[in-house]
């Protein structure tokens, strides 16, 4: 059979394997959930016990109560051997991930979970800290994270061995279902297949150029006299995404900017993407209004949609045709025209690092109080040492966005904290080198990629991530390291509230001339006497 992508939902009856996830969650009393490969529900997860909706997973955004939560995504899509084992982010729960595959070809995963494993709870204070950083009742999450069953590694293993077993012939099944859909298939019309083939976009699935060309031929040609409007539309910050996150990411980009513009269009237009980040549509029989409030949809979906570590968004330009004056080709020129301004205006609008920024506070890799109160500080103190007031001004910039390279890091790392293995602390620390980059694609930002690739450098060159030492590391990373940390330290915020300023100052002393430039941190304490 040759290997191609299908809908789970297309090969199996739904309503049947429900039942079977249900009746397997309650005898291996564990929630099970099965999800494409984009985190999406196939079915409505089977819970065997579960967290009242409005105390967890709507303050995490997710619409929809159920056993898992947002980052489930990152098990639903994982390529790796199954079963893919993770803690989760709002319980301390342990998940695991298991792949259903057809002929190697990933089409769902079958989510296990709600269970506590024997000796690797949270501590109550830990649960607690879960519950302060979610915002709810800490009393009422503790009685709630009781209910879950604590099962041994043994138990859990042998109950992941069966339903790994289960996927598997699942997976048999979905074969030979597959086998007989397309035995079928073959009986219709081999014509009308592959001309809707040649005319469909491969990654996106609307329709594609030679599509919409013969589209506006047809209407040119046509003697009737109907109303066509014509727009043109850009994906942006397309390149950016591919160079800084990779191909995939991208390819995402557009799939799901084609998912919207497919959502809000109306069955007889021609809705197409005609190569790299270009979108077209023709539209018969509509007014301007129409098309413009088409776009203004489309932008606004665009615009509330957060998966991605870029703003989903597009540049659109639209025109009537005037059949008097001008070709259609003419006129979607005057739409590609506007839309190339529009694009422009939209690049000027936007600030991708600080939307990064927003999705690192949103994971808590970084912590709002902890960057505001750095950034005035640093600018302030670089002040005082004597930089003029562009020189400060990059310091500030480097310091808000010394750790924007975390973005590159999967999501499961924000719970493991302190108990990360040495392989992912080397990948926490290449960080840098991500930041560093992302920072020389930017216009202003590349100003700041020396001081952003040295921010975690130690006077005593015993750090990452080149061991620069003394002066070799730039005097603003200096300034940066030691006000960081002393933000760290002394910043309230979500994950900490008992602090200290003096406890502060009193560690920067003991680690000047190891960590720290000790000049710098001899200026940096006489400024804080000044001015706190």
Known sequence: ?????????????????????????????????????????????????????????????????????GPDIIAASYQGKSPYIRRSRSGGLIDAGIKIEIEGVHIATMLVGQIRLRGEQPTEEEYRELARSLEVDEEEYLRRVSRFPVKTKEKFGHILEALTLIADQLSVLGYNNLHQKQQIGRLESNETVLQTLAEKDSLTGLWNRRKFAAAMEMCEKAEEDVRIVLISGDANNLKLMNDIFGHVAGDQMLRYIAEKLEAQSREEWVVARCGGDEFHVLMRDVSMKVAMDFCDRVTNNCK???????????????????????????????????????????????NLLDYIVEKLYDRCYLYRENIKAEMDLVYRFAREQGFDEDRALLVRMAAKYQDIGLIMLPENFVMRGRSRTPEEYEEVKKHVFHGYNMALQFQNAHRIAEFILAAHENWDGNSYPKGLKGEEIPVESRMIRIVNNYCNWAIPNAKKADVSSEAAIEKLQRNAGTMFDPDMVESFVAFLDKTL
């Open 304 to 350: 509330n949609d957060k998966r991605l570590n870029f703003p989903q968004s597009i540049a659109f330009g639209a025109a009537e045709w005037d059949r008097g004056s001008e070709t259609l080709q003419e006129c979607f020129q005057r739409a590609d025209r506007q839309m190339y301004e529009n694009k422009k205006k939209m690049k000027q609008q936007t």
């Open 1 to 69: 059979m040759e290997k191609q992508v299908c809908r789970f939902e297309d090969i199996f009856e739904i309503d049947s394997l429900q039942k079977l996830m249900d009746a397997l969650s309650q005898a291996f009393e564990v929630g099970i959930g099965v999800r494409a490969p984009s985190g999406e529900r196939i079915t409505r997860d089977s819970c065997y016990c579960r967290f009242p909706a409005n105390m967890i997973w709507q303050k995490e955004g997710e619409k929809q109560a159920g056993a898992f939560s």
